[in-house]
Protein backbone atom coordinates (compact mmCIF):
# COMPACT_ATOMS: atom_id res chain seq x y z
CA UNK A 1 0.00 0.00 0.00
CA UNK A 2 1.23 3.47 -0.58
CA UNK A 3 1.23 6.21 2.12
CA UNK A 4 -1.73 8.50 2.35
CA UNK A 5 0.13 11.46 1.00
CA UNK A 6 1.12 9.65 -1.94
CA UNK A 7 -2.23 8.28 -2.77
CA UNK A 8 -3.55 11.17 -4.65
CA UNK A 9 -0.48 10.85 -6.11
CA UNK A 10 -0.21 7.40 -7.61
CA UNK A 11 -4.12 7.69 -8.66
CA UNK A 12 -3.37 10.62 -10.85
CA UNK A 13 -0.31 8.15 -12.46
CA UNK A 14 -2.75 5.47 -12.86
CA UNK A 15 -5.11 7.77 -15.09
CA UNK A 16 -2.26 9.30 -17.20
CA UNK A 17 -0.82 6.07 -17.74
CA UNK A 18 -4.29 4.46 -18.51
CA UNK A 19 -4.76 7.34 -21.17
CA UNK A 20 -1.52 6.87 -22.62
CA UNK A 21 -2.40 3.04 -23.30
CA UNK A 22 -5.27 3.58 -24.72
CA UNK A 23 -4.25 5.77 -27.05
CA UNK A 24 -1.89 3.77 -28.22
CA UNK A 25 -3.80 0.58 -28.55
CA UNK A 26 -6.90 2.29 -30.24
CA UNK A 27 -4.83 3.11 -33.79
CA UNK A 28 -3.50 -0.20 -33.90
CA UNK A 29 -6.89 -2.57 -33.57
CA UNK A 30 -9.31 -0.12 -34.92
CA UNK A 31 -10.03 -1.63 -38.22
CA UNK A 32 -10.40 -5.53 -36.45
CA UNK A 33 -12.87 -3.86 -33.87
CA UNK A 34 -15.08 -2.45 -37.43
CA UNK A 35 -14.69 -6.09 -38.58
CA UNK A 36 -16.56 -7.42 -35.16
CA UNK A 37 -19.03 -5.03 -35.19
CA UNK A 38 -19.98 -5.42 -38.88
CA UNK A 39 -19.88 -9.13 -38.88
CA UNK A 40 -22.03 -9.45 -35.28
CA UNK A 41 -24.67 -6.68 -36.54
CA UNK A 42 -25.19 -7.99 -39.98
CA UNK A 43 -28.23 -10.15 -41.17
CA UNK A 44 -28.14 -13.40 -41.31
CA UNK A 45 -29.05 -16.12 -44.29
CA UNK A 46 -29.40 -15.51 -47.72
CA UNK A 47 -28.26 -11.74 -46.99
CA UNK A 48 -25.06 -12.42 -44.87
CA UNK A 49 -22.04 -10.80 -46.18
CA UNK A 50 -19.52 -11.22 -43.99
CA UNK A 51 -17.77 -15.00 -43.54
CA UNK A 52 -14.65 -14.09 -41.86
CA UNK A 53 -12.39 -11.58 -40.58
CA UNK A 54 -9.61 -11.43 -43.71
CA UNK A 55 -12.66 -11.68 -46.25
CA UNK A 56 -14.42 -9.19 -44.47
CA UNK A 57 -11.19 -6.97 -45.19
CA UNK A 58 -11.03 -7.77 -48.57
CA UNK A 59 -15.02 -7.25 -49.61
CA UNK A 60 -15.21 -3.78 -47.19
CA UNK A 61 -11.85 -2.73 -48.69
CA UNK A 62 -12.63 -3.34 -52.54
CA UNK A 63 -16.04 -2.16 -52.28
CA UNK A 64 -15.42 1.06 -50.06
CA UNK A 65 -12.25 1.30 -49.26
CA UNK A 66 -9.58 0.74 -46.57
CA UNK A 67 -10.04 3.68 -44.67
CA UNK A 68 -14.06 2.69 -44.12
CA UNK A 69 -12.52 0.25 -41.62
CA UNK A 70 -11.54 3.19 -39.52
CA UNK A 71 -15.15 4.44 -39.90
CA UNK A 72 -16.41 5.81 -36.73
CA UNK A 73 -12.73 6.15 -34.84
CA UNK A 74 -13.64 9.89 -33.70
CA UNK A 75 -15.52 8.60 -31.68
CA UNK A 76 -13.30 6.27 -29.22
CA UNK A 77 -10.13 8.19 -30.21
CA UNK A 78 -12.04 11.18 -28.35
CA UNK A 79 -12.82 9.20 -25.34
CA UNK A 80 -10.37 6.68 -25.34
CA UNK A 81 -8.55 8.46 -22.54
CA UNK A 82 -11.58 8.96 -20.31
CA UNK A 83 -12.43 4.81 -20.61
CA UNK A 84 -9.11 4.23 -20.11
CA UNK A 85 -8.14 6.82 -17.68
CA UNK A 86 -11.51 5.88 -15.75
CA UNK A 87 -10.60 1.74 -16.15
CA UNK A 88 -6.78 1.79 -14.84
CA UNK A 89 -7.53 4.72 -12.43
CA UNK A 90 -10.35 2.88 -10.58
CA UNK A 91 -8.92 -0.34 -10.71
CA UNK A 92 -5.54 1.52 -8.57
CA UNK A 93 -7.86 3.18 -6.41
CA UNK A 94 -9.25 0.28 -4.88
CA UNK A 95 -5.75 -1.81 -5.36
CA UNK A 96 -4.52 0.88 -2.62
CA UNK A 97 -7.72 0.96 -0.69
CA UNK A 98 -8.70 -2.70 -0.93
CA UNK A 99 -5.46 -4.62 -1.03
CA UNK A 100 -3.85 -6.20 -4.54
CA UNK A 101 -1.59 -9.22 -2.65
CA UNK A 102 -3.59 -12.14 -4.13
CA UNK A 103 -5.51 -12.80 -7.81
CA UNK A 104 -8.86 -13.13 -5.76
CA UNK A 105 -8.04 -9.17 -4.60
CA UNK A 106 -6.80 -8.69 -8.33
CA UNK A 107 -10.07 -9.91 -9.72
CA UNK A 108 -12.19 -8.09 -7.24
CA UNK A 109 -10.31 -4.80 -8.34
CA UNK A 110 -10.58 -5.29 -11.96
CA UNK A 111 -14.47 -5.96 -11.57
CA UNK A 112 -14.94 -3.42 -9.48
CA UNK A 113 -13.72 -1.25 -12.64
CA UNK A 114 -15.51 -3.01 -14.76
CA UNK A 115 -18.34 -2.51 -13.34
CA UNK A 116 -17.49 1.82 -13.14
CA UNK A 117 -16.42 1.45 -16.69
CA UNK A 118 -19.79 0.31 -17.83
CA UNK A 119 -21.55 4.07 -17.03
CA UNK A 120 -18.44 5.49 -19.18
CA UNK A 121 -18.32 3.33 -21.91
CA UNK A 122 -22.30 2.47 -22.53
CA UNK A 123 -23.41 5.76 -24.02
CA UNK A 124 -19.93 6.02 -26.06
CA UNK A 125 -20.46 2.50 -27.63
CA UNK A 126 -24.09 3.42 -28.92
CA UNK A 127 -22.45 6.57 -31.42
CA UNK A 128 -19.58 4.40 -32.30
CA UNK A 129 -21.49 0.86 -33.36
CA UNK A 130 -24.08 3.39 -35.15
CA UNK A 131 -21.11 5.11 -37.43
CA UNK A 132 -19.36 1.31 -38.14
CA UNK A 133 -23.00 0.27 -38.96
CA UNK A 134 -23.82 3.74 -40.82
CA UNK A 135 -20.30 4.49 -42.79
CA UNK A 136 -21.90 8.18 -44.59
CA UNK A 137 -23.32 9.08 -41.17
CA UNK A 138 -21.09 11.37 -39.19
CA UNK A 139 -21.01 12.13 -35.59
CA UNK A 140 -23.27 14.80 -35.54
CA UNK A 141 -25.80 13.17 -37.33
CA UNK A 142 -25.97 9.98 -35.19
CA UNK A 143 -26.09 11.92 -31.78
CA UNK A 144 -28.69 14.07 -33.34
CA UNK A 145 -30.91 11.26 -34.56
CA UNK A 146 -30.43 9.41 -31.44
CA UNK A 147 -31.84 12.81 -29.39
CA UNK A 148 -34.56 13.44 -31.72
CA UNK A 149 -35.89 10.22 -31.33
CA UNK A 150 -35.28 8.54 -28.19
CA UNK A 151 -33.97 11.69 -26.33
CA UNK A 152 -30.88 11.58 -23.46
CA UNK A 153 -32.52 7.80 -23.03
CA UNK A 154 -31.43 6.96 -26.21
CA UNK A 155 -27.36 6.61 -25.38
CA UNK A 156 -28.62 4.26 -22.52
CA UNK A 157 -29.29 0.99 -25.50
CA UNK A 158 -27.78 -1.53 -24.77
CA UNK A 159 -26.46 -1.05 -21.14
CA UNK A 160 -27.97 -3.58 -19.30
CA UNK A 161 -25.77 -6.09 -21.70
CA UNK A 162 -22.44 -3.71 -21.08
CA UNK A 163 -23.05 -3.80 -17.41
CA UNK A 164 -23.03 -8.09 -17.66
CA UNK A 165 -19.67 -7.74 -19.66
CA UNK A 166 -17.78 -4.66 -18.21
CA UNK A 167 -17.13 -6.82 -14.87
CA UNK A 168 -16.14 -10.46 -15.91
CA UNK A 169 -13.71 -9.29 -18.73
CA UNK A 170 -11.80 -7.06 -16.52
CA UNK A 171 -11.92 -9.47 -13.73
CA UNK A 172 -10.67 -11.85 -16.59
CA UNK A 173 -8.26 -9.09 -17.81
CA UNK A 174 -6.48 -7.65 -14.92
CA UNK A 175 -6.29 -11.47 -12.94
CA UNK A 176 -5.15 -13.21 -16.43
CA UNK A 177 -1.75 -10.27 -16.36
CA UNK A 178 -0.96 -10.36 -13.05
CA UNK A 179 -1.10 -14.87 -12.87
CA UNK A 180 1.45 -14.13 -16.13
CA UNK A 181 3.34 -11.54 -15.15
CA UNK A 182 4.26 -12.13 -11.30
CA UNK A 183 7.79 -11.55 -10.64
CA UNK A 184 8.05 -10.96 -14.66
CA UNK A 185 6.86 -7.17 -14.76
CA UNK A 186 10.85 -5.76 -15.73
CA UNK A 187 10.66 -8.53 -18.51
CA UNK A 188 9.13 -5.80 -21.40
CA UNK A 189 8.86 -8.34 -23.91
CA UNK A 190 6.90 -11.13 -21.80
CA UNK A 191 4.63 -8.22 -20.27
CA UNK A 192 3.68 -7.36 -24.23
CA UNK A 193 3.15 -10.81 -24.59
CA UNK A 194 1.05 -11.28 -21.35
CA UNK A 195 -1.11 -8.00 -22.24
CA UNK A 196 -2.12 -9.46 -25.55
CA UNK A 197 -3.60 -12.77 -23.44
CA UNK A 198 -4.94 -11.12 -21.23
CA UNK A 199 -6.84 -9.63 -23.74
CA UNK A 200 -8.12 -12.70 -24.82
CA UNK A 201 -9.44 -14.31 -22.03
CA UNK A 202 -11.23 -10.94 -21.17
CA UNK A 203 -13.32 -11.88 -24.15
CA UNK A 204 -13.68 -15.65 -24.08
CA UNK A 205 -15.40 -15.16 -21.14
CA UNK A 206 -17.57 -12.18 -22.82
CA UNK A 207 -18.51 -12.26 -26.50
CA UNK A 208 -21.75 -13.72 -26.17
CA UNK A 209 -22.79 -10.52 -24.07
CA UNK A 210 -20.78 -8.81 -26.90
CA UNK A 211 -22.55 -9.83 -29.81
CA UNK A 212 -26.00 -9.12 -28.06
CA UNK A 213 -24.56 -5.51 -26.94
CA UNK A 214 -23.72 -4.54 -30.77
CA UNK A 215 -27.25 -5.87 -31.93
CA UNK A 216 -29.22 -3.99 -29.58
CA UNK A 217 -27.34 -0.57 -30.23
CA UNK A 218 -26.46 -1.14 -33.61
CA UNK A 219 -30.47 -1.59 -33.74
CA UNK A 220 -32.60 0.88 -35.62
CA UNK A 221 -34.57 3.30 -34.25
CA UNK A 222 -38.27 3.94 -33.49
CA UNK A 223 -40.15 2.14 -36.23
CA UNK A 224 -37.23 0.86 -37.57
CA UNK A 225 -36.09 -0.88 -34.01
CA UNK A 226 -36.24 -5.18 -34.20
CA UNK A 227 -35.47 -5.60 -30.92
CA UNK A 228 -37.19 -3.99 -27.89
CA UNK A 229 -33.80 -5.12 -25.39
CA UNK A 230 -31.43 -7.60 -24.93
CA UNK A 231 -33.18 -10.48 -24.02
CA UNK A 232 -35.52 -10.29 -26.88
CA UNK A 233 -32.26 -9.69 -28.80
CA UNK A 234 -31.07 -13.19 -27.55
CA UNK A 235 -34.62 -14.82 -28.23
CA UNK A 236 -34.33 -13.37 -31.78
CA UNK A 237 -30.85 -13.95 -32.66
CA UNK A 238 -30.81 -16.98 -31.74
CA UNK A 239 -33.94 -18.61 -33.06
CA UNK A 240 -32.37 -16.97 -36.25
CA UNK A 241 -28.95 -18.18 -36.54
CA UNK A 242 -28.56 -20.63 -33.72
CA UNK A 243 -25.62 -20.23 -31.19
CA UNK A 244 -23.24 -20.12 -32.97
CA UNK A 245 -24.17 -16.46 -34.07
CA UNK A 246 -22.99 -15.43 -30.83
CA UNK A 247 -19.34 -15.89 -31.50
CA UNK A 248 -19.60 -14.79 -35.01
CA UNK A 249 -16.76 -12.32 -35.21
CA UNK A 250 -14.72 -13.58 -32.60
CA UNK A 251 -11.66 -14.17 -35.12
CA UNK A 252 -11.48 -10.72 -35.72
CA UNK A 253 -11.77 -9.89 -31.94
CA UNK A 254 -9.21 -12.12 -31.23
CA UNK A 255 -6.66 -10.60 -33.49
CA UNK A 256 -7.31 -7.30 -32.28
CA UNK A 257 -7.75 -7.83 -28.42
CA UNK A 258 -4.52 -9.19 -28.72
CA UNK A 259 -2.60 -6.15 -30.77
CA UNK A 260 -4.49 -3.77 -28.60
CA UNK A 261 -3.98 -5.16 -25.03
CA UNK A 262 -0.58 -5.98 -25.87
CA UNK A 263 -0.16 -2.16 -26.34
CA UNK A 264 -1.99 -0.92 -24.05
CA UNK A 265 -0.65 -2.92 -20.72
CA UNK A 266 2.93 -2.55 -21.97
CA UNK A 267 2.74 1.15 -21.94
CA UNK A 268 0.48 1.13 -19.15
CA UNK A 269 2.96 -0.80 -17.20
CA UNK A 270 5.90 0.58 -17.78
CA UNK A 271 4.36 3.96 -17.17
CA UNK A 272 3.65 2.65 -13.51
CA UNK A 273 6.95 1.51 -13.10
CA UNK A 274 7.75 5.36 -12.15
CA UNK A 275 5.19 5.37 -9.23
Not at 59 to 65: D, K, L, M
Request: net charge positive; hydrophobic share 40%.
Amino acid sequence: KYPEQQFWTVMALDFLAGSCGGSAGIFTGYPFDTVKVLMQTQETGKNQKYFSTFQTIRRVSTEEGFLRLYRGLSTPLCTVALTNAVTFGVYGMAARRWGNSSVADVARNGAFAGLVRSFVISPIEVVKIQQQIHPSRGLRDIAREVMNVAGWKGFTRGFTATLTREPVAFCCYFSSFEILTKGQKDNNLWVFFAGGIAGICSWVTTYPQDVIKSRVQGDGWGTKARYSGPLHCLKVTVEQAGLSVLYRGFGSTTYRAFIVNAVILCVYNSIMKWA
